[in-house]
């Protein structure tokens, strides 16, 4: 049986549960900078294997350019992305998530303070497929 993950917003009004995640994956972008207030560790899942336990109703979303935005209303934590997958941030998980990068896009656009510390592939732009 596949493990279980559960995370929340900061307030812990929202909750969610996620199985069998397929990557963990850093954005770079601008968007994804203010959207965190850093680089997104996204978590990358099948919208089967996402759903709510606690607040969903709670949950609102920004429709950006590149994909609807969803985020707590009563605190304002981002949440995850909705682009056929979700891409769920990482940081809302407890206890952490298990999983090594998978690798970063968007480098081109990091913030000029940003270091990147690990090994995982970088892509300038999208990674291939």
């Not at 559960?6 to 969610?16: F, H, Q, W």
């Not at 994804?32 to 759903?51: D, H, I, M, Y």
């Not at 909705?82 to 940081?91: H, I, Q």
Request: glycine fraction near 6%; charged fraction near 20%.
């Amino acid at each position: 049986m596949t493990e279980t993950l559960k995370g929340s917003c900061l307030c812990d009004r929202v909750e969610y549960a996620v199985q069998d995640p397929q990557a963990l994956a850093y954005c770079h972008c601008s968007r994804c900078q203010r959207w965190t207030g850093s680089s997104l560790a996204g978590v990358v899942v099948a919208k089967e294997n996402f759903r709510f336990t606690k607040g969903e109703d709670l949950v609102k979303t920004y429709e950006s350019e590149l994909a609807p935005r969803n985020f707590c209303s009563n605190c304002g934590s981002s949440l995850y992305d909705d682009l056929g997958e979700v891409y769920f941030v990482a940081a809302g998980l407890m206890p952490d998530l298990d999983l090594e990068p998978s690798f970063h896009q968007q480098v081109a656009y990091k913030a000029s303070w940003h270091q990147i510390g690990d090994d995982a592939p970088q892509f300038a732009e999208m990674p291939p497929g």
